[in-house]
């Protein structure tokens, strides 16, 4: 007994040091990924203060408010909002902009989003947890929101701009942080030409979009170090500047040097505040990349060392200022004391460039997240990790934001222009987060309206405030990011509508299930050997391809599938709740549906064993509805209840799955030598079939299986063995002729061009070409 009582305090104290040390590795980590923005802001936040008319106010009063200002800048909104309030609102575990808007489409019908079901809620892993059913929260704004398809529509435009402002940061920090460290040369050169500083910038950048398609795994060790001893070193010399330059900077941190410098600087200080708002970007990484860590190491390490060392060099470059304002224009870099200048430069040079690798990754995860909503056109989603979740590159994007990047590099030529185009962007992703969060508070926490009136207001005056302030400067480079934002923007909404649009087409046009009830087991027509997989965006009835394709060709296969691929407003799904397989029809006409799910952060990889997932997740169905049929609990309505089923469990099915070698698999096959050939060719063309795993199914001889569910399984062998096709729509889009114009221009014109020049659906889904039946149709939406 005495051992029992002495062991638990044992094991607690074990637990307890593990998830410290876990917590810590954490925190460690996320130096090099969510803070690299925000720890290479003092290379540029007081040039860009005192670059325009402040900096006629050349005294010590104006340093010391500009330097409040930051202070308490920095710790009102990473601090407060972010640190404190923000990072306790998650989506299961992921952050971000499009993480509050499908938190707040599952506790209120806002969304707008296609192809949504009852049975996505069935995701137990992760609606289980703080998960609140809709008809719970009674509220009037959400009945107000929910009853108005316009205030909708608003929302999701908002949450469109924010994604955009996103993909604009993408440009603007590579552009700026690599241009301002580089440019630190010419404190020690003089005679450096600013076209060379150009052109080295341009190279890094150029270099730095080249190994994006490498991934982030092979250097991310180095990453979190680089951060650290960069922040230690600023850190160290803010200190050096405090104690060496002016110690009174200290008593700036009271508030009161706030009103003195409004009252001293007008209506210019006002303006100023567009400078001093870039203290604060690269906040928003902390709440985005939440998944990748988790809100208590995010904390620790802002904490601990993110906020203490940006504020000493925060207040020990305004030390420097208020003795040496004429080094405005490179205070950061003259401020460094001249014996270890040079390795605080190359510190500071690959800190710029992890900066700049945290926000492209953030980029290619932003628009993978549009993709899986169905708001961007398909593009190339490549995963560079096989263990590391969430690493992706998406070559298009790369390369479009080099060009970009260069362009904005090139034709500025400046960092306070650009800064002037970065600091609209970052604000106005915290401030559209301030509104997202205002809804979550009413909608998810179900707090009173007072509450979440009082965190508007107070946050999104002080965003508000910054964001006027930046708005001045819009013709100085301001116009940059709208432009961007409006361009991402439109190809987001047309995509969202034209595929909106087609999803009700196909959903008003499907086939009824008397119709397919008349034609008989055999369909009407010649039942074929094989697996025939009808792919729809469909989660019931029949797709109008369907009767397209039994009206042009006389024969389908013995075994039909009606297979979607959806995306669901959750960040993962785990493999085990993937599938979902229901029947449609009797028995007699061999007719299933298979609905894919995918959460909107994961990522779809060319899985070589789908066939052999496919067939054993129905054989598995079949026996489950065996069994519930047989105790009278199984729904028999031709379109019956779908079921989860995990293809991984080997428990309840009485099929064995063996690997053949190639010429064995051809052999049992039953194909003609000519179809062998043509596959060994195809094959040769296409080497990364040539690896796919071949199995061959056994039924198992032992067990009590039921004489129809073993014919019915005899049945599905057979026709695997026999082949597997794919059968998708080639659909051809166009506007009605009693459409609008503008209705037209938007279906006809933008939507036809980019379903023209974006992925192939069957290349988006990994279709091997050899299998692929393609039908053609035309959608008149």
Same mark, same amino acid.
């Given at each position: ?401 080099? +060009? &970009?990047? /260069?362009?904005?590099? *090139? %034709? ?5 222009? @650009? $800064?002037?185009? !970065? ?92 119709? +397919? &009830?008349? /034609?008989?087991?055999? *369909? %009407? ?5 094989? @697996? $025939?997989?009808? !792919? ?246």
């Amino acid at each position: 007994m005495d051992q029992e009582i002495g062991s638990a305090p044992d094991t607690r104290r074990v637990n307890w040091k593990s998830n410290y040390k876990h917590l810590l590795l954490l925190a460690y980590q996320s130096f090099g990924v969510v803070y690299g923005d925000l720890s290479t802001s003092p290379i540029y936040v007081y040039t860009s203060s005192f670059s325009g008319n402040l900096n006629l106010y050349q005294d010590e009063e104006t340093v010391f408010g500009v330097f409040s200002l930051i202070f308490w800048t920095f710790t009102i909104i990473p601090l407060l909002k972010y640190v404190l309030i923000v990072l306790g609102t998650d989506d299961n575990g992921e952050g971000g902009t499009f993480a509050l808007y499908t938190l707040l489409c599952r506790h209120a019908k806002l969304s707008l989003l296609p192809n949504q079901q009852a049975a996505d809620e069935e995701l137990s892993a992760y609606y289980r947890n703080g998960y609140i059913p809709q008809n719970t929260i009674h509220s009037p704004l959400k009945r107000f929101l929910e009853k108005h398809k316009r205030l909708r529509t608003c929302l999701l435009l908002i949450v469109l701009f924010g994604a955009c402002m996103v993909i604009g940061d993408g440009v603007l920090t590579p552009a700026i942080s690599v241009l301002s460290s580089i440019s630190g040369l010419q404190v020690r050169a003089k005679e450096l030409h600013d076209g060379t500083v150009i052109l080295i910038s341009c190279v890094v950048l150029v270099g730095l979009f080249a190994l994006q398609h490498k991934g982030t795994q092979r250097v991310a060790f180095m990453f979190a170090p680089i951060v650290i001893i960069w922040l230690l070193c600023i850190a160290s010399v803010g200190l050096y500047n405090i104690i060496y330059w002016n110690p009174r900077i200290v008593h700036a941190l009271s508030p009161h040097y706030i009103i003195k410098f409004f009252k001293h600087t007008g209506k210019d200080g006002w303006i100023s505040l567009g400078g001093i708002l870039l203290s604060v970007t690269g906040t928003e990484a902390m709440f985005a990349d939440l998944g990748h860590f988790n809100a208590a190491s995010i904390r620790v390490a802002f904490v601990s060392f993110i906020y203490p060392c940006l504020a000493l060099q925060y207040m020990g470059q305004a030390a420097f200022l208020s003795k040496n304002i004429s080094y405005i224009h490179q205070s950061f870099f003259e401020s460094i004391p001249q014996p270890v200048f040079w390795p605080i430069f190359v510190i500071s040079t690959l800190a710029a460039i992890v900066a700049s690798q945290s926000v492209i990754s953030a980029t290619f995860s932003i628009v993978k997240q549009c993709h899986s909503l169905g708001c961007f056109p398909r593009v190339k989603i490549v995963h560079t990790s096989r263990w590391i979740h969430g690493q992706i590159y998406i070559p298009e994007i790369n390369w479009i934001l080099m +060009i &970009l990047c /260069l362009a904005v590099t *090139l %034709g500025f030529r400046d960092t306070t222009i @650009i $800064g002037n185009a !970065y600091g609209i962007a970052s604000m106005t992703v915290m401030f559209t987060t301030t509104w997202l969060m205002t809804l979550v508070v009413i909608f998810v926490w179900q707090k009173n309206i007072t509450f979440a009136l009082m965190f508007l207001i107070f946050f999104g005056f002080i965003e508000a405030s910054y964001l006027s302030s930046s708005l001045i400067k819009v013709p100085q480079g301001g116009w940059v990011p709208f432009v961007l934002s409006m361009v991402f923007m439109v190809i987001m909404y047309v995509w969202h509508y034209g595929t909106r649009r087609k999803y009700l087409f196909d959903l008003q046009n499907k086939v009824s299930m008397k119709w +397919i &009830l008349t /034609l008989g087991p055999s *369909l %009407g027509i010649v039942r074929v050997p094989g @697996i $025939g997989l009808v !792919y729809t965006p469909l989660v019931t009835g029949v797709p109008s391809i369907f009767s397209h394709f039994v009206t042009n060709l006389p024969a389908f296969h013995q075994v039909l599938v009606f297979v979607c691929v959806k995306s669901v407003p959750i960040p993962y799904v785990p493999q085990d709740e993937r599938y979902l397989i229901g029947r449609i029809g009797p028995k007699s006409y061999r007719m299933y549906r298979c609905i894919i799910r995918y959460g909107y952060k994961d990522v779809q990889k060319d899985d070589d064993n789908f066939e052999n997932l496919l067939v054993l997740s129905i054989a598995k169905f079949i026996q489950m509805e065996a069994e519930e049929s047989s105790s009278g609990s199984y729904d028999t309505s031709p379109e019956g209840r779908m079921a989860v089923i995990q293809p991984t469990d080997t428990a309840r099915t009485s099929l064995v799955m063996t690997d053949v070698d190639e010429a064995a698999w051809n052999a049992r096959s039953g194909r003609s030598e000519t179809l062998r050939s043509l596959q060994s060719q195809y094959e040769q063309e296409s080497p990364s079939l040539t690896h796919r795993r071949q199995v061959r199914f056994q039924l198992a001889e032992e067990g009590n299986v039921n004489s129809d569910v073993r014919e019915e399984l005899m049945t599905l062998l057979e026709a695997k063995q026999a082949g597997v096709a794919y059968i998708m729509g080639h659909s051809y889009v166009k506007a009605r002729k009693t459409s609008s114009f503008l209705k037209k221009l938007v279906i006809d014109v933008a939507y036809s061009f980019l379903r023209k020049n974006c992925r192939g659906p069957a290349v988006a889904l990994n279709i091997p070409h050899i299998s692929l039946i393609e039908v053609g149709m035309i959608y008149y939406v």
